[in-house]
Each structure stands twice: as C-alpha cells, then as structure tokens.
C-alpha cells in the first residue's frame, strides 16, 4: 500500500511538471535562434542553370516562425563575395533600429568573411511578414517567410485552418541580377527584364523546361486552409487568383481586417495577404491552376508572362488524363480593378482589436512620387529618355546613399557630411502632376531627412506625377505601420478629398500603392525612436532614388529612448 501509493505520488509528481513545462513553454514569449549562412548555390529554372546568392543554400530561403511576443536572434555569417544585410520586412522594431537591416541607413553591410546577430522582439503583431536582403538587387534571390502566430490561448478572429501553406511570388533572371542593375545604372536607361515569374521558387508549366518545376499544392475536400501570400518579385505587382475557387481575406501585412471574398487579388512588392481558402466538398476529377500575372502600368517593357501552380485534391495522382482548368485575369493595366479591390480593406477596428488610427495630426507632409531625368555625364548620351538618365524621386529630390550608416550617425551626433535636414514637406514647384508636366523634369539629388518629434502624429498625402507617365508605386514605410485613410485617381484636393477620409476603420499596413494617376493618404503615430528607410518597392525605382529617410528624436523616459548599438555592429 505504502510503495503503491509512493509511486503514484511519483507519478502525479512527474505529470504535474511536465505539464508545468509544457504550460511555461507555451504560455510566455521564449527566445528563439536562427543561423543564417550567405552562401552561394547553383539552381537550375527554365532551361537555365546559375550560381545564386542564397540563405542556407535554399531558395526561398528558410521559414521563420514565431509567436507574437517572442524575442528571436537571428545570426547572419557572410560567405560570398557580395555585401550583405537583411531586413526583417514589417516588424517594428520598437526601440531596436539597429537590427531593421536596411544597407547605409541602419547599418553598414556585413562583408565577406563578416558577421552580425539581429536582435529584436515581435510586439503587437501577428500574421505573416518576410525577410528579404536589404543591398543593391540582391533580394531577387535572398527572401523568406516570417510566420507569427498568436499568443497561446488566443484564436484568430476566423475559422481555425486546418493547413497553412506560405505562397510566395517571386522573378527569374537568366542573368545575375546585380549585373543587370549596374549595366542599367550605368547606361542610364532601363534594365532587363526577368526570364520568369515564381511560385516558392518555381516558374511552372508555361516556361520552358519547367514542367518538372512546378508547385503543386494538395488540399483535402471540404476544408478550408491558411494561404499566406508575399509578393518578393523585385520589379512586379501581381494579379492572384486560383481556378474556380473564392478567396477570403483575412489579414494583410501581419494585421486582421474584416474579412471579404475576392475570386482576384492584387498584391504588390512588399506587400503580404493571408487568405482562406475553403476547398469543395466533394473530390473533382480535375486539376486547378493558381496563376499570377503582372499589374503594370508603365510606359517601360515589363515580362508579361503567366507563373502557374496547381492545386491537386489528395489521390490526384496524374495531371495529364484530366482537365485542367485555367483562371483569367484582367488585362495587365487595370487600374480601375486595383482601386476597386484596395478600397475594399478595412480594419477589425474592434474591443481585442482596436484601430488607433490618430485623429488630430501634428504634421503634414505631401510629397511628390514618381520618374524624371537627370543629364548624363558630359559629351555622353545616356539610354534615358532624350539621352538623358532615368532618375526617380520624392519631392524632386533623388536620394543619394551615403558611405556611412544614417543611424549610426544619428545617434553619435556625427550627421556633418551624411545627411542634411532640409528635406521639402511638399514639392517646391507645384504642377498638374497628373497633366502636362513642365519642361524642367531634372531633379536634384542629396542625402536629406525629415526630423520628427517622438510621438508627432504624421498625416503624408503621396501624389503620382505623370513627368514620364502616370505609374503605380509600392511604398514600404520601416519601423511603422500607418493607415490609408484616403486614395483617389487625379490630383489630390486638400478641400474635397480630406472631407472623405475614413477615420473609423482605416486598412492598416506598411506598404501601400501609391495609385497609377493618382495619390494616397496615410496617417501615423511616430511612437518609435530611430532612423526609418522609406521608399519604392519597385526596386528599380529605388536604385534610381526613389527613396528617403525620417529620423524621429527620442522621447523624455527610458523606454522611448532608442536603445545603445551592439558591439557586433558592421563597420563601414
């Protein structure tokens, strides 16, 4: 009796701390470690075999996953012969700037040989984000996904999946992509377009020696499945849908939204889209194409192809004695489709899920968006429009990267000869931006930023121009989210169009298309101490200047105070 019930108390004794532990791991944030290495690797898509910069030899690049709360450190070692950094896209990194990764503005790039250990915290956020090299066009290879799931004991605001599948849209070059962005910066004209569009890595049956290379995602009947879109291609906006099949709309840029059915989606670089997908109930005898094709509304070339994947219902062995059904899709220009589809974004805007979206404003800023010229060098033709260079601007000014980390600057007070604080609130000479442009499109370069007080709320109306042709334009905002409170086609009109803003439930995200022809308006709390990259996603836009920086001051307690560098920072 006695030995009988000492084991049981030795029993109970061993479940009570299993489940101890299991509870401890399970209900507080815990640290997790990640190591990356930047190394090369050959893969082989569409007839075309490269040696290709990757993380860990994986393309894409290996899956974080995490939960809301979690303290992950991320170590990054160099192997190649290219500099490198890495941007955590859309985390907020609250008081922890240095580990953002964005080259020359949070950190010099880590060299060949070097390393440096990203350290930060997720807050406030669930859903799904990504990483991706912050350095020159080396992202088109180097990405991944970040997946955040709740804190333990709390539900999505929908139906629990019962799979989920990251799907990322990416673009194939033949070439290397850094050769391809030094040749066009140096000829001044445009560069060459991808080979190729991606689905996880693969280009699918309409290319070339890829039917072999295509994702195949197997679904069972009647259930409904988490898809978590990332749109990684360099230079592409993307039209989404699969075959037959309606999409829910859940979250956007790792935030909730009310949810809505869409059959297309639009998604643009930076941008990520979580959707249900219910399957039908009964098994179909057919395969189902998931396609993605272009959204582009420029004047220059673009690659107009169609990337497919199929959805495959288990015991679906073969795809060649049963039909495949194709989607389609609008034409490649249809604005009208993508402004109808963004409107439809709104807010939980509920008790678990507020919107803070900041009523009174203490700054307003409109800035300008868009393509120009500068000259090219003297007794030089360039390949720009009239011999002249593409250039690419906020406010006219074309930003110029500087050699040595803005942050780094910033917070050792040594910006003499970095950065100058005369950026423009608004464009010094005021035009039809969506008309006839003026006759001087040359804009001025420099390394300028818009200093903010901590906790200045910010209102930003980003208006297309139309000097080259009206054209979309991604902008990713780092280290904030903000909300899209207003967006139209033409030019924006202070008095008409600020009467119609939502301030109730306002869609909010960290990356935003400034509308082809037209101008957006966000609206954001300047709650988070540091230096933060602002720019086009459209990354060719961006090696041509479409970008600039905000720095906003520290706050009057500690913890609004951004925090010291790591020892292990990169030097320039």
């Keep these: ?82 500099n490198i950094s890495i941007h955590w896209h859309g985390i907020r990194q609250i008081r922890s700037g240095w580990a953002d ?36 066009w080396l992202r088109n290879t180097v990405y991944g996904p970040i997946v955040i799931y709740p804190k333990i004991g709390i539900s999505y605001p929908f139906p629990k999946p019962y799979k989920q599948f990251p799907i990322i849209l990416g673009e194939w070059f033949n070439a290397d992509p850094e050769a391809v962005i030094k040749e066009a910066l140096k000829s001044g004209g445009g560069p060459n377009i991808s080979d190729a569009y991606t689905i996880n890595g693969f280009p699918g049956p309409f290319y070339n020696c890829s039917t072999k290379d295509t994702y195949k995602l197997h679904v069972k ?48 670089p930076g941008q990520t889209t979580n959707v249900l997908l219910k399957t039908k109930f009964h098994h179909p005898n057919t395969t189902f194409l998931i396609t993605a094709k272009p959204y582009a509304t420029g004047q220059a070339p673009f690659d107009n192809s169609t990337v497919a994947a199929l959805l495959l219902y288990k015991h679906t062995h073969s795809t060649k004695k049963i039909p495949i059904i194709k989607p389609k899709l609008p034409v490649f220009n249809d604005s009208s489709f993508v402004m109808k589809f963004t409107n439809k974004f709104r807010s939980l805007a509920s008790k678990d899920f507020p919107c803070n979206v900041p009523k009174e404003i203490s700054k307003q800023f409109f800035f300008t968006i868009g393509l120009g010229t500068k000259p090219c060098h003297k007794n030089k033709t360039c390949q720009g429009p009239n011999g002249a260079r593409f250039s690419a601007s906020v406010n006219n000014v074309s930003f110029t990267m500087p050699k040595k980390a803005l942050l780094q600057s910033h917070f050792f007070g040594q910006s003499k000869g970095v950065y100058t604080l005369d950026f423009p609130r608004k464009p010094l000479i005021p035009f039809n931006y969506t008309g006839n442009p003026p006759n001087n ?132």
């Design 1 to 82: 009796m006695g030995v009988s019930f000492l084991l049981s108390s030795q029993f109970y004794c061993l479940l009570l701390l299993i489940s101890l532990c299991f509870y401890v791991e399970n209900s507080i944030a815990i640290t997790r470690h990640y190591k990356f290495d930047i190394i090369e690797q050959n893969v082989t898509r569409v007839c075309h075999t490269k040696s290709m910069v990757t993380v860990n030899g994986q393309f894409p690049g290996p899956r974080i996953v995490a939960r809301e709360g979690d303290r992950l450190i991320i170590h990054v070692v160099n192997h190649v012969k290219h």
């Design 101 to 136: 990764g964005p080259a020359y503005i949070t950190q010099c790039p880590i060299q060949r040989g070097k390393s440096y250990v990203y350290n930060y915290t997720i807050e406030g956020q669930r859903g799904t984000l990504w990483w991706h090299a912050h350095i020159s």
């Design 221 to 268: 009947p009647g259930k409904t499945y988490l898809l978590r879109l990332i749109n990684a291609a360099l230079n592409t906006e993307f039209f989404f849908t699969i075959a037959n099949h309606t999409l829910t709309v859940v979250d956007v840029d790792a935030v909730y939204v009310k949810p809505f059915d869409t059959k297309i989606l639009v998604i643009a």
């Design 441 to 572: 499109t040359m804009v001025r370069k420099g390394t300028k930023v818009v200093v903010l007080p901590y906790n200045a709320s910010v209102e930003l109306i980003m208006q297309d121009t139309g000097i080259l042709g009206v054209e979309s334009h991604p902008l990713h905002l780092h280290g904030f989210n903000f909300f899209v409170v207003g967006q139209g086609f033409g030019n924006f009109d202070p008095k008409k169009d600020r009467s119609g803003f939502n301030l109730v439930d306002p869609v909010e995200r960290n990356t935003i298309g400034v509308p082809s022809g037209g101008w957006v308006a966000i609206r954001f709390l300047a709650d988070n101490p540091g230096v933060w990259f602002m720019h086009c996603h459209l990354e060719v836009h961006t090696s041509w200047g479409l970008k600039m920086a905000w720095i906003v001051k520290d706050g009057e307690h500690p913890h609004q105070k951004l925090l010291p560098p790591p020892a292990d920072l990169p030097q320039c």
